[in-house]
């Protein structure tokens, strides 16, 4: 998994001062220890579908999460950006490639298609979170809810393309998708704790 450039950085530093009116003083001022970001971790992780999955996709970023729950969903939605991303290249490498069967290269031009929708919908979700504000908090959470539900579906509706096909095609991509779709999971999930958190 690629790190966070300085831009990422930076962006959801900004969003953390944005939400001094959202997350208590105690919590915004606080410096845990590395064990209590981890612990926060995977105690936020083991609500989510996947926990294992959560767990090590975010323990890396400990020190940055801390125990914030608005950096750890920001954090969350990255990662899956990220992994849609590569996939995406992944698959559009593979989709040049000779020698695949007409099955697989229809299976391989849709799902081409509904994982560059997908990194759109999470890039809007991301976009979404840099608007979000205590006083617009319920609709901009709807917004960024809605969006990373239709990047899941979109994932699912690709793996699910490569049923009925064989060989090293399906192995390759289908794998990624499948996580990349869980990694989705996952962050939707801690959407939703975010959003009950605040409720």
Known sequence: MEAFSSK???SFLFIVLAYSSIISPAQATERPYQEASTQFIRTSCSTTTYPRLCFSSLAK???FIQTNRV????TSLNVSLDSAKATSFLMSTLSKRLGMKPREIAAMKDC???ISESVDELRRSIDEMGHLRN???DVTMNDVQTWVSAALTDENTCADGF???NGNVKTTVRGRIVQVAQMTSNALALINQLASFHG
């Not at 950096?71 to 920001?74: A, D, E, F, I, S």
């Open 135 to 137: 006083s617009n908090f």
């Open 61 to 63: 970023h400990a020190s």
């Open 71 to 74: 950096l750890l969903t920001g």
């Open 163 to 165: 049923q009925g096909t």
């Open 8 to 10: 990422k950085l930076h």
């Open 112 to 114: 081409v298609e509904e």
